[in-house]
């Protein structure tokens, strides 16, 4: 059985400006929060140790990326061939983070085109590979949008 971990108004506030902006200073955090800096760094220390904080995603702004479409492809590959693969999108793609990835797919790349020709023939390039099975293509536009005010930040129960 998982622990509960409590959490007070102080908590909820940090994990909102945390989620708004993963690199937020601590002397911000602790200004809006009315606490000391190192308040909120045992605090959040706290939050790491009982897993309620174990890491972040963020996306890019697209328009310094020099693309306004994003999208996730996910490439299943032969059997050892997966960094051999890897090491090709890298030198021949504009691929933000390939990575061999467990799961579904045997890699997983996040790549930002200007429009859906480029991802068409980013998407030949990588199928082209003769070691490529399969590749899944997931398009964002827009990028994601959350509204992190209206998230429930309290722990289910078991």
């Known amino acids: 059985m998982s622990k509960r971990v409590k959490i007070d108004h102080i908590d909820e506030k940090i994990l ?17 929060c009315g606490v000391s800096c190192v308040a909120i760094s045992n605090r959040i220390k706290r939050l790491k140790k009982n897993g309620v904080i174990s890491g972040a995603v963020f996306f890019p702004n697209l328009s310094e990326l020099g693309g306004a479409i994003m999208a996730t492809i996910g490439i299943n590959t032969e059997s050892g061939k997966e960094e051999q693969i890897q090491k090709i999108i890298q030198e021949e793609l504009y691929i933000i983070e390939p990575a061999v990835s467990i799961g579904t797919y045997d890699l997983f790349a996040l790549v930002t085109v200007k429009d859906l020709n480029e991802l068409q023939k980013t998407v030949k390039i990588i199928k082209n590979h003769s070691a490529v099975k399969r590749i899944t293509v997931n398009i964002w536009v827009p990028l994601p949008y959350n509204n992190f005010s209206n998230i429930d930040l309290q722990p289910k129960e078991a």
Do not use: F, S, T, V
């Not at 909102?16 to 809006?32: G, Q, Y």
């Open 16 to 32: 909102h400006m945390l989620i708004k902006n993963a690199r937020a200073e601590l002397k911000d955090i602790a200004k809006e």
